[in-house]
């Protein structure tokens, strides 16, 4: 069975900084892509960010390009979400998805982190 578990959600002032991480258990990350996605109050779940099963391609949505970052640590079956210069509006709870091909179709989720960032 697959887990996938957030963590390293928390409070910030617009301008700072969190680290996601995303452990997966029951699957090897490093063999599916792997994204982030959030969902806001009243809102759609949204895209944010993906890393492709060989690391070395990434997608973001426009919103966080050059601020947020993808990454994937195969020692620790983890991938990581670098968000900086956050701002107010990227306030949800974030979630992790694994999944195959690319665009990848995402068939495991986590349970999500909550991402507040005052202004």
């Known amino acids: 069975q697959v887990q996938l578990v957030e963590s ?6 617009a301008g700072g900084s969190l680290r996601l991480s995303c452990v997966a258990s029951g699957r090897t990350l490093r ?5 982030w996605f959030r969902q806001a109050p009243g ?3 949204e895209f944010v960010a993906a890393i492709s099963i060989s690391g070395f ?13 993808i990454s994937r640590d195969n020692a620790k079956n983890t991938v990581y979400l670098q968000m900086n ?4 509006e990227d306030t949800a709870v974030y979630y992790c998805a694994s999944g195959t ?4 179709d995402f068939d495991s989720w986590g349970q999500g982190t909550q991402v507040t960032v005052s202004s």
Do not use: H, M
Request: hydrophobic content about 30%; glycine content about 18%.
């Open 101 to 104: 091909g690319w665009p990848a």
């Open 43 to 45: 809102k759609e779940r």
């Open 57 to 69: 391609v990434t997608k973001y949505a426009d919103s966080v390009k050059g601020r947020f970052t």
């Open 31 to 35: 063999n599916y892509a792997t994204g």
């Open 8 to 13: 390293g959600g928390g409070l910030v002032q």
């Open 85 to 88: 210069s956050l701002k107010p």
